[in-house]
């Protein structure tokens, strides 16, 4: 059986489109705290509603994002950060760890590898000016 990729990405893009109008949770956000040395690590999942959460708010500086891909469809198996002309495949349940230097006030797009499913880091203020 052949499977045409890119109906499957349109198909999956209408999906979860359809879910968040719902409110189901697609384009849900979610704000991480760093660690002892100033690192911000946040998980993202790749499944069939797209990359959750879609919008990570994390302090400026060093950010790790973990995605993890838990569906089987052709265009979630990589992400590209293309303002960082970065791309990494995603294994089917498998971790795949992305280190960044996130800039105070910057907003970071990323992609699925056919530019369909979309989801972004925005950084705050970074922990150096806190007192």
């Known amino acids: 059986m052949e499977v045409n990729v890119k109906a499957a990405c349109r198909a999956m893009a209408v999906a979860v489109l ?7 949770g697609a384009f849900a ?3 991480s705290e760093p660690d002892e040395a100033g690192e ?6 790749v499944d069939g509603r797209g990359f959750s ?10 950010v790790t ?26 294994p089917l349940n498998q971790d795949v760890s992305v280190r960044l230097t996130v800039k105070e006030k ?4 990323f992609t699925c590898g056919m ?7 925005v950084a705050v203020e970074s922990t150096a000016r806190e007192s």
């Open 106 to 109: 910057e907003t970071m797009s």
């Open 18 to 24: 359809l879910l968040s109008a719902n409110g189901l």
């Open 29 to 31: 956000v979610a704000a």
């Open 40 to 45: 911000t690590t946040v998980r993202v999942v």
């Open 53 to 62: 959460p879609a919008t990570v708010k994390a302090k400026a500086g060093l």
């Open 65 to 90: 994002v973990v995605f993890r891909r838990t569906v089987d469809v052709a265009c979630a198996n990589e992400v590209v950060f293309p303002a960082r002309k970065l791309r990494r495949a995603l």
């Open 115 to 121: 530019g369909m499913l979309k989801g972004k880091i």
